[in-house]
């Protein structure tokens, strides 16, 4: 089973400012890894996929990066609308399908 | 416009029962392989289930093995999860969710359904 490792658990970041939130895996998954954005109360929504590729209606201040273990996603300039739980999945070994554990973005 | 509606959560004791329902539609449901992803209350998000287009491949978390059964109605466009000797680890908001065309990673996400297991 790939195990997916996200930092920092929580991040602080005032808005306007650039977040960049971690996701190593313990093996190679090529660029088959998922972001996702949870808000509270609310179902996940798939923010980019292939690792660098955004979803559909994703705003261009959401990007990501990396291939093979470890993987990147950056949000610009963080709105208030930002503030959520991210995680990321690999689909690239499977079953199991594994997601990080999250990292909460908060209001500095 | 891509609707995913689960329902059949509840107050269950431990060793018993429940099915959950998934109605979709706005896509082509019988195309996507569909699946269950669940998340403890205040904990991360948790892959279950995995069921193929037409339903002769299905995949399963190691702990709920034995235990759950994913299945789909392709003509009435509906995904089911029945739940059977539950625990009280299987307590979770339980989401319905498709991939995309191509690719293994959850596009479309249901709203959830509360699974409580508690005596």
């Known amino acids: 089973e790939i195990v997916m490792t996200q930092s920092p658990a929580t991040l602080s970041v005032s808005p306007g400012e650039r977040a960049t939130l971690s996701c190593r895996a313990s093996?190679?998954?090529?660029?088959?890894l998922a972001w996702y954005q949870q808000k509270a109360g609310q179902a996940p929504r798939v923010l980019i996929y292939?690792?660098?590729t955004r979803a559909t209606g994703i705003a261009a201040r959401f990007s990501g990066s990396g291939s093979g273990t470890e993987f990147t996603l950056t949000i610009s300039s963080l709105q208030s609308e930002d503030f959520a739980v991210y995680y990321c999945q690999q689909y690239n070994d499977w079953p199991p399908y594994t997601f990080g554990q999250g990292t909460k973005v908060e209001i500095k | 416009e891509v609707q995913l509606v689960e329902s059949g959560g509840g107050l269950v004791q431990p060793g018993g029962s429940l099915r959950l329902s998934c109605a979709a539609s706005?896509?082509?449901?019988?195309?996507?392989?569909m699946s269950w992803v669940r998340q403890a209350p205040g904990k991360g998000l948790e892959w279950v289930a995995t069921i193929h287009q037409h339903g002769s491949e299905k995949f399963y978390v190691d702990s709920v093995k034995g235990r759950f059964t994913i299945s789909r109605d392709n003509a009435e466009n509906s995904l089911y999860l029945q739940l059977n000797r539950l625990r009280a680890d299987d307590t979770a908001v339980y989401y319905c969710?498709?991939?995309?065309?191509?690719?293994?990673?959850?596009?479309?996400w249901g709203q959830g359904t509360l699974v409580t297991v508690s005596s």
């Open positions: 706005g896509f082509t449901f019988s195309n996507y392989w």
């Open positions: 292939g690792a660098s």
């Open positions: 093996q190679s998954v090529n660029s088959n």
């Open positions: 969710a498709s991939f995309s065309a191509s690719y293994y990673f959850f596009e479309w």
